[in-house]
């Protein structure tokens, strides 16, 4: 090391050089990074729901769904400007880009059918199409053709007519989420005034909000960072503590975005903020670079000598704490979610320019640094041999060390197990997937949520189930036995199921045929039990319709049919009982599985994927901290030659990650896509503290070998850059709170909680269980 030290001190000129041009290189390909959200991406591309959802997106429809709800103040909806608005909504949702025109549905619609039967007759009519009504007579008529009619009346137009809907399919592949969310808004902008309020949900119009207000994130990073710089200089009181870590953090940034760039990949709004903390880490590494160099300084006197000295003793823990950075962050891969395996790649290719960048341009961009007059003069006032008035901070640790080396180690030891129960009791709790009617990465005060909230509450067409019956050739739902199980199915869902408000299929029309025999009366309104005429039935309505009328509901050649299901909203424990309530079904009933040519598959649309998403998270969760943990562990038990040293290293980030769930389970923060890498994180920004902290107390074992003396040396030196570094960074992430994304704020919250929780774990937790461990690999240095 310090051959390798002395070489980069000498040709200090070409390191800065060589960085210099990789930064141009890297930079230049940050032109081609592109920031948007990929839908595919977010879902968990090899879980059967989601492969179904793939298969039948472009026949039944995506999770890609609007749905409007223009509502009146005063009155209600049947008046010539409110319809003349829903009309107008009809009209233009097909123009905007990516939009199924076939899959718009309103009262204005063509395919809003009036079917009327009476003996040997049946006449089937557009409810309000082409034209609106203009007198009170034809409004009065329009308004009992509503109520009458099954297929309008409480799904497109509320009980008490304040509410209409309009819903609208977008094709996966095609859709901008920037570029609908603002032909939305002004739609909106052209349909409110002061009697009219026109809510609008669903995924396209989330993840544009999404996108509108990631703009603001730019400045809450700006927040951040400057609340960075300002502490910086606070505690190094030098121009010198504030350029070296902000630079070492800007020059690691443009290599890992530009990485990215080459990659191929896009920057996602939704982890917009896993970069920027990524830079952090490179700053926080610089940060304890910086703190040995002035330590350095103060016994060398020469900044060359200092430089070259912190990459002799930093140089191995240095390259074990960014390992396991990179490795904690890699393992958010085990989720098998595009966006976050993306994350996962760009984290581990992170590492080469965080090792690069905080290992050896660091120390050497120090060197070139002129030394402050500040650490000049206290460098000649210990040369003097004037000693100085122990500073607020050193007294405070000399005081913890002293605690510690009595009977504090004991109390912290308790603590912490007490903190372990609790956070266990509290992990436990924690809840997987959304925990809102709406948007769980929008705050509820905010106009996409308020919109989610009045739909949901109003006309639940907003959260859909896809069960899609399969065929293996054409006419094979034309089968009596296939008829008869899709109805009973529908008719489970109907009323057997917790949170479905009702169900949809192309088969619960059928019944209804009946009825026209006798006249309207409803005790005609059942199958048919002859086979023959009931597969006739299902023909003849197929092809009674107009063009798209059951596109949603089955194929033309009768092949695939979809069993829609509308839940009450997306919330976890709604779409886990939901999910559940059917496989048991299935399960109870093996002869579905038996029909001829057909078969039932669970589960795509909305909340078919959001429960697929849900499944993945939770299942990786588990493996992702164990072996994050696991691989700290090694890392660390290699690294200090010792299984101790990986145990107590562990510990700390294990407690922490406890009190972080247990934290998510109060607040009420679910374990979704969004926070799922919060733990990864968390273990990455906490481990270098006790790598650092124990690396320093080996070397200060090696002065006199007497432990203690050891313990109070290193927590007044190695302690001093965790509380720079921990206060510093977790009052930085602290800005996230002003974030206009709810996401990002409770994650920013989380991980300053989860790095003070690793700071004093380091600082207490570390010293108090060498002391009372003893390991071997201090106790033999010096022969102790």
């Not at 902000?246 to 917009?272: A, K, R, T």
Request: aromatic content about 10%.
């Amino acid at each position: 090391m310090e051959k390798f030290a002395d070489f980069l001190i000498r040709r200090r000129i070409m390191v800065m050089v060589s960085v210099l041009l990789a930064t141009v290189y890297f930079a230049c390909q940050l032109q081609d990074l592109k920031i948007y959200t990929s839908f595919d991406d977010l879902l968990p591309q090899n879980h059967p729901f989601v492969k179904l959802h793939n298969q039948f997106r472009s026949v039944f429809g995506g999770a890609n769904q609007v749905t409007m709800m223009l509502e009146v103040k005063e009155g209600d909806i049947f008046n010539v400007k409110t319809l003349e608005k829903i009309k107008f909504l009809d009209e233009n949702l097909p123009k905007v880009p990516g939009v199924d025109p076939y899959k718009v549905m309103s009262l204005a619609s063509r395919k809003m059918k009036e079917i009327i039967r009476s003996a040997g007759t049946m006449r089937i009519n557009t409810v309000m199409f082409p034209e609106i009504p203009k007198t009170a007579e034809e409004l009065e008529d329009l308004k009992w053709r509503v109520y009458g009619n099954g297929m309008c009346f409480g799904s497109f137009v509320s009980y008490d007519t304040k509410k209409a809907l309009i819903t609208a399919d977008f094709f996966d592949e095609e859709v901008d989420y920037a570029v609908v969310f603002n032909r939305l808004q002004d739609l909106r902008k052209k349909v409110e005034d002061e009697n009219h309020i026109l809510s609008i949900a669903g995924t396209p119009m989330h993840f544009g909000y999404v996108w509108y207000y990631s703009k603001g994130v730019v400045l809450v990073m700006a927040g951040c960072l400057l609340v960075i710089l300002l502490f910086l200089y606070f505690y190094f009181r030098s121009i010198q503590g504030v350029v070296v870590p902000f630079v070492s953090g800007l020059v690691s940034g443009i290599w890992g975005l530009g990485i990215m760039s080459l990659l191929g990949y896009n920057l996602d709004p939704l982890i917009m903020v896993i970069p920027f903390l990524l830079a952090l880490m490179t700053i926080r590494h610089a940060m304890q670079k910086l703190v040995r160099y002035t330590e350095e300084f103060m016994a060398e006197g020469d900044g060359k000598k200092a430089s070259r000295n912190v990459i002799v003793h930093m140089f191995s823990a240095g390259i074990t704490g960014i390992i396991t950075d990179s490795f904690g962050i890699a393992l958010i891969a085990i989720a098998a979610i595009p966006i976050l395996q993306k994350t996962a790649i760009v984290c581990a290719l992170w590492a080469i320019p965080t090792l690069i960048v905080a290992l050896i341009f660091t120390p050497v961009l120090l060197s070139f640094m002129p030394v402050s007059e500040r650490l000049k003069a206290q460098y000649r006032a210990r040369a003097e041999n004037n000693s100085e008035k122990p500073a607020f901070m050193d007294r405070m640790l000399t005081a913890f060390g002293n605690w510690i080396l009595k009977r504090g180690k004991w109390y912290v030891v308790a603590t912490c197990a007490l903190l372990i129960v609790f956070g266990w009791i509290g992990a436990e709790r924690i809840t997987v997937g959304s925990l809102l009617p709406g948007s769980s990465i929008l705050w509820p005060h905010q106009r996409f949520n308020q919109d989610a909230l009045r739909i949901v509450k109003s006309m639940p067409l907003l959260n859909p189930i896809y069960i899609i019956v399969e065929g293996d050739r054409a006419d094979a739902l034309r089968n009596a036995d296939v008829i008869r199980a899709m109805y009973k199915f529908s008719r489970f869902l109907n009323k057997k199921v917790p949170g479905v408000i009702f169900a949809r299929s192309v088969v619960d029309r059928l019944p209804s045929n009946n009825t026209g025999g006798g006249d309207g009366d409803p005790r005609w309104k059942f199958l048919v039990k002859d086979n023959a005429e009931l597969e006739h039935t299902l023909t003849r309505l197929m092809f009674r319709g107009g063009p798209g009328s059951w596109d949603k509901y089955a194929t033309m050649d009768l092949r695939h049919a979809n069993i829609m299901a509308y839940c009450a909203s997306k919330s976890a424990g709604l779409v886990r009982l939901i999910v559940a309530t059917i496989e048991k079904y299935f399960k109870d009933h093996p002869e579905l599985q038996k029909l001829p040519d057909v078969k039932f598959r669970m589960a795509a649309g909305p909340i078919g994927v959001e429960a697929a998403g849900n499944q993945v998270v939770a299942e990786a969760q588990i493996w992702n901290l164990s072996l994050a943990l696991i691989g700290l562990f090694l890392f660390c038990t290699v690294n200090f030659r010792s299984i101790a040293a990986g145990f107590i290293l562990t510990l700390p980030l294990a407690i922490s990650n406890l009190i972080g769930f247990a934290l998510m389970a109060v607040y009420g923060i679910g374990l979704t896509v969004a926070t799922y890498p919060v733990s990864s994180v968390a273990i990455g920004l906490g481990v270098d503290y006790g790598i650092y902290f124990l690396s320093r107390l080996k070397e200060e074992m090696e002065v006199d070998g007497d432990v203690n003396a050891a313990i109070m040396r290193t927590m007044t030196s190695n302690g001093k850059a965790i509380i720079v570094i921990g206060t510093t960074l977790t009052l930085g992430l602290l800005v996230w709170l002003f974030s206009s994304l709810r996401f990002q704020a409770e994650m920013g919250a989380l991980l300053a909680i989860l790095l003070m929780l690793n700071m004093f774990g380091a600082l207490l937790l570390v010293p108090s269980m060498v002391l009372i461990m003893k390991p071997k690999f201090i106790s033999r240095i010096r022969g102790m």
